[in-house]
T-cell receptor
Framework: DAGITQSPRHKVTETGTPVTLRCHQT?????MYWYRQDPGHGLRLIHY???????DKGEVSDGYSVSRSKTEDFLLTLESATSSQTSVYFC?????????????FGQGTRLTVV | GQQVMQIPQYQHVQEGEDFTTYCNSS?????IQWYKQRPGGHPVFLIQ?????EVKKQKRLTFQFGEAKKNSSLHITATQTTDVGTYFC?????????FGTGTRLTVIP
């Protein structure tokens, strides 16, 4: 498996509290992505990064922010968690955005907002 | 925005039967990738198709990319219990990677 680690792996938090999920890679890949996975919706892109301090929104970015101050770390923050953000969150990395670049996924973070 | 739809959403087959999942995009894709996610696991890359009309095989799995590069399919011949999981297609956009809704395959022994 590629060197990609998500933390925490599981978290239960209360509505209205801030939550930060961390994705750490040791591959020096340029591209990093945050997805959420919910039944019936597949993998939906939240935010992505194409370099240090270069980020952009995905299709479900409302309520989420990200930061990438170093190549190896991509943080996803829920400023004020809501029950609709209960989900499994996956981080992925890619060396490039062109063809012939597969994505490698972390193990996922299961977040429950109560 | 870019959208990729997959059908069916779920498929139950008897072991030994064939299985096919279809992926359709609203826009022309530069390439398409397929991933497999085992229950409780994370998506794992299977293959990438780039050329119009391309067909690739991996043992019992056959992947096709449509002539118009807007659709793709994954066919599994003679399913085995090890094939269970969710299969996703994915297309590349400008810097991003967007996934289809996935097809969950159950294989009944």
């Amino acid at each position: 498996d590629a060197g990609i680690t998500q933390s925490p792996r599981h978290k239960v938090t209360e509505t209205g509290t801030p939550v930060t999920l961390r994705c750490h890679q040791t591959e020096n890949h340029r591209y990093m992505y945050w997805y959420r996975q919910d039944p019936g919706h597949g993998l939906r892109l939240i935010h992505y990064s194409y370099g240090v301090k270069d980020t952009d929104k995905g299709e479900v970015s409302d309520g989420y922010s990200v930061s990438r101050s170093k190549t190896e770390d991509f943080l996803l923050t829920l400023e004020s968690a809501t029950s609709s953000q209960t989900s499994v969150y996956f981080c992925a990395i890619r060396s490039g955005a062109s063809t012939n670049t597969e994505a490698f996924f972390g193990q996922g973070t299961r977040l429950t907002v109560v | 925005g870019q959208q990729v739809m997959q059908i069916p959403q779920y498929q139950h087959v008897q072991e030994g039967e064939d299985f096919t999942t279809y992926c359709n995009s609203s826009t022309t894709l530069s390439n398409i990738q397929w991933y497999k996610q085992r229950p409780g696991g994370h998506p794992v890359f299977l293959i990438q198709l780039v050329k119009s009309g391309e067909v690739k095989k991996q043992k019992r799995l056959t992947f096709q990319f449509g002539e118009a590069k807007k659709n793709s399919s994954l066919h599994i011949t003679a399913t085995q219990t090890t094939d269970v999981g969710t299969y996703f297609c994915a297309g590349s956009g400008a810097n991003n990677l967007f996934f289809g809704t996935g097809t969950r395959l159950t294989v009944i022994p």
